[in-house]
């Protein structure tokens, strides 16, 4: 399983939220390009980057310094988020080197688009589901949606998408631990590759996560406790590797 950093973009910063509030931001960087450099050099096999500003917005706002990442590591695959909601910022992610793209609010708002998209630009697109509760977030998560993110999960794995990031909202970035059952139960729902995400807080989380891989479990994020210091990233891929075996990349 890959422990996967995640460096969420604010202003130009690199920062965190807590549950998604822009009025709880915590800036733990000014440089991403060196950030990004420190996660690979502790043995970082993938990034997680996710563009706040633009989740917000609708569009790319911080598309600089995720294109100076990938530039300054193009050996280095990345997942970027935040205001993807069209096909014109899909190819230019892609064409400045980042790997997938990650599909949030637009999926929950036009399912029709992940169709298109996956069959453009297969194999590059992920989708997100925030959920709260079971029902899904978009907007930043500003908006409670009345969609099951089971239910989604399902419809976006007919598109053929390359994985699916779950997030437990509740859990983000308050350091109480991974939503494990709703992970492994959507994970069981579906072929899709899953990569967890919200609460991840120590190496006890990684490894009952790592444990539940053969259930389709393929990668987890991690964000406020790799830079607060309750998780060491690199003991905590080791951790990863050992349970669950160094698992191929989507």
């Known amino acids: 399983?890959?422990?996967?950093?995640?460096?969420?973009?604010?202003?130009?910063?690199?920062?965190?939220?807590?549950?998604?509030?822009?009025?709880?931001?915590?800036?733990?960087?000014?440089?991403?390009?060196?950030?990004?450099?420190?996660?690979?050099?502790?043995?970082?096999?993938?990034?997680?980057?996710?563009?706040?500003?633009?989740?917000?917005?609708?569009?790319?706002?911080?598309?600089?310094?995720?294109?100076?990442?990938?530039a300054a590591y193009p050996d280095l695959p990345i997942q970027v988020g935040g205001g993807i909601r069209d096909e014109r910022t899909i190819a230019a992610y892609l064409d400045a080197g980042v790997s997938w793209c990650i599909i949030g609010t637009q999926a929950v708002k036009e399912p029709a688009f992940v169709a298109r998209a996956c069959r453009t630009f297969p194999e590059s697109i992920i989708v997100g589901l925030d959920a709260k509760d079971g029902l899904v977030a978009i907007n930043?998560?500003?908006?409670?949606?009345?969609?099951?993110?089971?239910?989604l999960a399902r419809r976006f794995e007919t598109d053929g998408v390359a994985a699916i990031v779950y997030t437990d909202i509740g859990r983000d970035g308050m350091l109480t631990g991974p939503n494990l059952e709703a992970t492994v139960r959507l994970a069981q729902a579906i072929a899709t590759p899953i990569i967890a995400a919200g609460g991840i807080t120590c190496l006890d989380?990684?490894?009952?996560?790592?444990?539940?891989?053969?259930?389709?479990?393929?990668?987890?994020?991690?964000?406020?406790?790799?830079?607060?210091?309750?998780?060491?990233?690199?003991?905590?891929?080791?951790v990863a590797d050992g349970l669950a075996g160094d698992s191929a990349a989507v």
């Not at 970082?44 to 500003?53: G, K, P, Q």
């Not at 706002?61 to 990938?70: C, E, H, P, S």
């Not at 996560?209 to 406790?225: F, K, V």
């Open 205 to 238: 989380d990684v490894s009952a996560l790592a444990a539940a891989a053969d259930t389709g479990i393929i990668g987890a994020i991690t964000g406020r406790a790799i830079y607060e210091g309750t998780l060491d990233f690199a003991e905590g891929q080791r």
């Open 140 to 151: 930043g998560w500003a908006v409670v949606t009345a969609h099951k993110a089971e239910q």
């Open 1 to 70: 399983m890959l422990l996967i950093p995640a460096i969420d973009l604010k202003d130009g910063k690199c920062v965190r939220l807590r549950q998604g509030r822009m009025d709880e931001v915590t800036v733990f960087a000014d440089d991403p390009v060196a950030l990004a450099g420190h996660w690979r050099d502790a043995g970082a096999r993938r990034l997680h980057l996710v563009d706040l500003n633009g989740a917000f917005a609708g569009e790319p706002v911080n598309g600089d310094a995720i294109r100076a990442i990938a």
